[in-house]
């Protein structure tokens, strides 16, 4: 099992620039989760899929935040424009109907300059 | 969610049991503790997870008191391996289920 996989594992980019993450999540896990983590802290949720539908993402900052799960597997989480404060770790996470655990990725590592 | 409290910080020597302590004072009937860690620069792990009764897997043990207000995750033989930050959560595992990750005990096994 290849577990949950992330990419890119570290960008940097400038202020105001876009950036977009991309999870491909455990195969066959319905539910598939984009937490992010600031340095010191426990990660934050950020969105929870449910197959392709977000049925959660009150958290998601909206104004510059948009997320995507076509056909319910692969999911992207983009950010336009960048801010310094959005510097952290963003990490996906999958698991089947919510029992039994999440699996987590590697993150990527998001540096703003 | 109930709200969970832990020790910022920990240290254990290699080879002796760990046993990191977890109050959730409010916790209701239905819900779970579930226990992460997350080693430097990994995401987090699931370790294990239980209701009221006391379960032991393959990486640890989980001891929750009879009025499950609070628990013990025990690593019986820590090894350096097992330096990471561990993270007690209270959920009911149900159609919303979201974990709410605190800050964890930094715990670190020295040799």
């Known amino acids: 099992e290849a577990g949950v996989v992330q990419s890119p594992r570290y960008k940097i980019i400038e202020k105001k620039q876009p950036v977009a993450f991309w999870c491909n999540p455990i195969?066959?896990?319905?539910?598939l989760y984009w937490y992010r983590q600031n340095l010191g802290q426990g990660p934050e949720l950020l969105i929870r899929?449910?197959?392709?539908?977000?049925?959660?993402d009150s958290q998601l900052p909206k104004d510059r935040f948009s997320a995507e799960r076509l056909k319910g597997v692969d999911s992207t989480l983009k950010i336009q424009p960048a801010e310094l404060g959005d510097s952290a770790v963003y990490l996906c996470?999958?698991?089947?109907?919510?029992?039994?655990?999440?699996?987590f990725g590697s993150g990527t590592r998001l540096t703003v300059v | 969610d109930a709200k969970t409290t832990q020790p910022t910080s920990m240290d254990c020597a290699e080879g002796r049991a760990a046993n990191l302590p977890c109050n959730h004072s409010?916790?209701?009937?239905?819900?779970?503790v579930y226990w992460y860690r997350q080693i430097h620069s990994q995401g987090p792990q699931y370790i294990i997870h239980?209701?009221?009764n006391n379960e032991t897997n393959e990486m640890a043990s989980l001891i929750i008191t009879e009025d499950r207000k609070s628990s013990t995750l025990i690593l019986p033989h820590a090894t350096l391996r097992d330096t990471a930050v561990y993270y007690c959560?209270?959920?009911?595992?149900?159609?919303?289920?979201?974990?709410?990750f605190g800050k964890g005990t930094l715990l670190t096994v020295n040799p």
């Open positions: 409010t916790i209701s009937g239905n819900e779970y």
């Open positions: 899929y449910e197959n392709e539908e977000a049925v959660d």
């Open positions: 239980g209701l009221k």
């Open positions: 996470a999958s698991s089947l109907f919510g029992i039994s655990g999440y699996t």
């Open positions: 959560i209270v959920n009911d595992g149900g159609s919303n289920y979201k974990l709410t």
């Open positions: 195969s066959g896990h319905n539910t």
